[in-house]
């Protein structure tokens, strides 16, 4: 299966920032031979576009930090999928904990996002994870369970989305979860999508949560872990190509 390295830069940077980390990867892309994971940056909207030139020409690829469930029209401060779509992105993601937390967003809603995602022929990175008061409560897989069968698209096939598990209580804190931890989730997730889609165990599945240079290998070398989400360390060149470049051994 490809894996996926995604950098969710979040609302970090400055344009020349944002352009010279594009750059940088880029051209250090351009040098491999082999073959790469997909490589997806998702910087804030205002640098989408300049990004994008950027990546021009090559594999690394780019995707927004939200959109509109709607198709166009009076949503003022909105972005909508055929925008997104327009000038050149390939991805959005969904669901994620920050916006679930800070816009109060519901599983009905990021379901909505992920369905007009689709619908404009992108891919959805669709997040879930469990709160640490979730997580101490031991409810950790029937919470994973509730959100993963709320958010997920209807009637899409395997190929339409991605799934990454993301304990919030891992996001930018330093902490994660065990390996063993992580791999039992992950394995949990494949067998939920199973039931829910024909081949569902095909949907790439990415961990994320406190990623970085020296941990990235240990994730990407469990089982049912096709990829990785990367926050803070997406930002600093060196490291997110680090963490690209951990996935090398994975390539059969
Ligand atoms: P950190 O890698 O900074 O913990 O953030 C993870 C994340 O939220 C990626 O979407």
């Known amino acids: ?19 010279a980390l594009a750059f940088t990867l880029a051209a250090k892309a351009k040098d491999v031979s082999g073959p790469l994971p997909h490589v997806v940056l998702c910087p804030s909207y205002p640098y989408l576009v300049p990004v994008l030139k950027i990546l021009e020409g090559s594999t690394l690829e780019s995707g927004a930090q939200d959109c509109s469930p709607e198709a166009n029209g009076a949503f003022t401060g909105d972005v909508s999928v055929s925008q997104l779509s327009n000038i050149g992105c390939t991805y959005v993601i ?6 679930r937390h800070h816009h109060l967003e519901p599983n009905a809603l990021i379901r909505q996002k992920a369905e007009a995602v689709i619908r404009g022929k992108l891919k959805p990175i669709i997040c879930i994870g469990e709160t640490e008061e979730e997580y101490r409560a031991g409810k950790c897989f029937s919470v994973l369970s509730e959100k993963l069968e709320a958010c997920l698209p209807s009637s899409c096939v395997h190929s339409d989305i991605l799934i990454a598990y993301e304990p919030v209580w891992a996001i930018g804190t330093g902490l994660t979860p065990s390996l063993e931890e992580v791999e039992k989730v992950m394995s949990f997730l494949k067998e939920r999508l199973r039931t829910h889609i024909p081949e569902g165990d095909l949907v790439p599945t990415l961990y994320g949560g406190s990623v970085n240079a020296a941990n990235a290998r240990l994730f990407l070398t469990l089982p049912y872990v096709d990829g990785l989400l990367v926050g803070g360390a997406s930002l600093r060149a060196d490291d997110f190509w680090h963490i690209i470049m951990a996935t090398e051994r994975q390539e059969p």
Do not use: D, F, L, P
């Open 1 to 19: 299966m490809a894996q996926y390295i995604v950098g969710n830069w979040k609302m970090n940077g400055t344009k020349a920032e944002a352009e």
């Open 94 to 99: 969904v669901g994620h904990s920050e916006r």
